[in-house]
């Protein structure tokens, strides 16, 4: 039980961590150094954070922890362009350490016990803290909720990939044509483009019962299927998914040239380099 709870802790951290990861590249790319430098510092601080985590995660992890050394003297020289070129290394570290950290016990009736504590728990702190701290425990939840489904949700994905490349074709095969967005991105909650229920126009009911979500159900503006087409062609992908690195490892297809590092999808042959 002690190992279980141990191991639930660090992924907590590591998940933490990536949060901080995951707000990167689109800075990086809009030349915000100020605030990238800032979201670096809290992810090496978020890293370093506990001396307990830092020597399991230094003696377990030490892949992680070196390359987190490195970050914080690239970003002591500012080094902006190295700092990107590390940002997938420290990805994959993450997922591989995240990934290798077991929660389920041996015995069934003690993960049961565990679930049910941690589920009172945090339901106990939605109700009677203030809203802040309400917040704060939102948020915790939600991270738990990551470490405890991260493998249901990477293939939640993928099986949501190949559902709509189906509906899709059925739609060009009736049509002549894919749902347009005018060229345009679209997504439930888009970061570029137009955030919308019906972000594939017309695809549903008609051609599949209900257009899917992430299946983190984030309301992280990154963390979405988006679609974009000219009615000719189209490309949809995910962005940021859970279980990015695995992925890209076992499922080179999907690899999105255009983010090859944090995004996965389908896509008509013209549209690939969208």
Same mark, same amino acid.
């Given at each position: 039980m002690g190992n279980v709870l141990k191991n639930l802790f660090l992924k907590i951290h590591l998940f933490r961590c990536n949060l901080h990861l995951l707000r990167l590249h689109p800075l990086y790319i809009e030349r915000d150094f100020t605030t990238y430098g800032q979201v670096w510092q809290e992810?090496?601080?978020?890293?370093?954070?506990?001396?307990?985590?830092?020597?399991?995660?230094?003696?377990?992890?030490?892949?992680?922890?070196d390359l987190i050394k490195k970050a914080q003297i690239l970003l002591s020289e500012q080094q902006w362009t190295s700092l990107e070129q590390l940002q997938p290394q420290i990805d994959n570290a993450l997922e591989n350490a995240t990934v290798s950290l077991p929660?389920?016990?041996?015995?069934?009736?003690?993960?049961?016990? !565990?679930?049910?504590?941690?589920?009172?728990?945090?339901?106990?702190?939605?109700?009677?803290?203030?809203?802040?701290?309400?917040?704060?425990?939102?948020?915790?939840?939600?991270?738990?909720?990551?470490?405890?489904?991260?493998?249901?949700?990477?293939?939640?994905?993928?099986?949501?990939?190949?559902?709509?490349?189906?509906? !899709?074709?059925?739609?060009?095969?009736?049509?002549h044509s894919y749902p347009s967005t005018n060229s345009t991105w679209f997504g439930i909650k888009s970061p570029f483009g137009e955030s919308r229920a019906d972000w594939i126009p017309g695809l549903a009911p008609k051609y599949i019962h209900q257009l899917p979500a992430d299946p983190r159900k984030s309301r992280t503006d990154i963390q979405q299927y988006m679609y974009m087409s000219n009615g000719k062609d189209f490309k949809l992908i995910a962005h940021f998914p859970v279980g990015i690195a695995d992925a890209i490892k076992k499922h080179p297809e999907l690899v999105d040239s255009k983010r090859p590092s944090w995004s996965i999808g389908i896509w008509s042959d013209s549209a690939k380099t969208w």
């Open positions: 992810l090496i601080n978020q890293a370093m954070s506990s001396k307990a985590l830092n020597a399991e995660l230094s003696g377990r992890f030490p892949i992680f922890f929660l389920i016990p041996l015995q069934s009736k003690f993960r049961n016990l !565990l679930i049910v504590i941690v589920a009172i728990f945090f339901i106990g702190a939605a109700i009677i803290l203030p809203r802040p701290l309400k917040e704060k425990y939102n948020r915790e939840v939600s991270i738990m909720d990551l470490a405890a489904n991260q493998q249901i949700y990477a293939q939640k994905t993928l099986d949501d990939l190949t559902v709509l490349k189906k509906a !899709l074709d059925a739609f060009y095969r009736n049509n």
